[in-house]
């Protein structure tokens, strides 16, 4: 009995703790948005996200969104599906975006961890789902699950938006729900945070 009434205590002040952090949060984001600004939200890599933004003509919102989700800014961020830098960009669809760039950069692969490098060819991948697909929801499903799942997604004959259609199906796909929910807030944030700067 004393077992269970310790497990029921810990957990009110572990649920205690962790709504007057989120509160906190809330204060500190509303009260002090430089706060936010610098360290929740930060704009790091301003002049190269501006830049390749400007160029390929993608949202600059949308890119820090990207590599606020995929990285949290870290250059050298390694997912296990092989996906480096602050894009999270594999080998694959690197040498698929300059082949398709027809660049006459040097760049190879291994410099996938220069962020000028790695924001370049993120922002140009962006742009060319841009083309292919309507919304940002989208863009960001294909950015995160391929090109292939999204026009499967799609094309299943139900006729619904992306995001609803993953709403439905998100226990079969709850990462590309998550993801592409999780991108649209944080655009939004960022959007309000540097929109009135």
């Not at 094309?155 to 999780?182: Q, R, T």
Request: charged share 30%; hydrophobic share 35%; net charge positive.
């Amino acid at each position: 009995m004393k077992f269970v009434i310790k497990k029921r205590k810990f957990g009110v002040v572990f649920f205690r703790t962790f709504l007057v952090l989120v509160v906190t949060s809330i204060i500190v984001f509303l009260a002090y948005p430089h706060f936010a600004r610098n360290y929740l939200f930060p704009k790091k890599y301003s002049e190269c996200i501006s830049k390749y933004s400007q160029k390929y003509g993608v949202d600059e919102y949308f890119v820090y969104s990207i590599i606020y989700n995929e990285s949290r800014f870290n250059e050298y961020a390694q997912s296990n599906a092989g996906a480096k830098g602050l894009m999270q960009i594999t080998e694959t669809t690197f040498n698929w975006a300059k082949n398709r760039l027809n660049s006459d950069d040097y760049y190879e692969y291994k410099d996938i961890f220069d962020y000028e490098v790695n924001i370049k060819y993120g922002t140009y991948i962006l742009s060319t789902l841009r083309k292919e697909f309507k919304t940002d929801k989208e863009v960001a499903a294909a950015y995160h699950s391929g090109r292939g799942k999204v026009n499967e997604w799609l094309s299943d004959g139900s006729n619904k938006p992306l995001d609803e259609y993953l709403k439905d199906n998100k226990n079969k796909y709850p990462a590309a729900y998550d993801y592409i929910n999780k991108v649209d807030e944080v655009k939004k944030i960022y959007k309000k945070l540097y929109s009135e700067v």
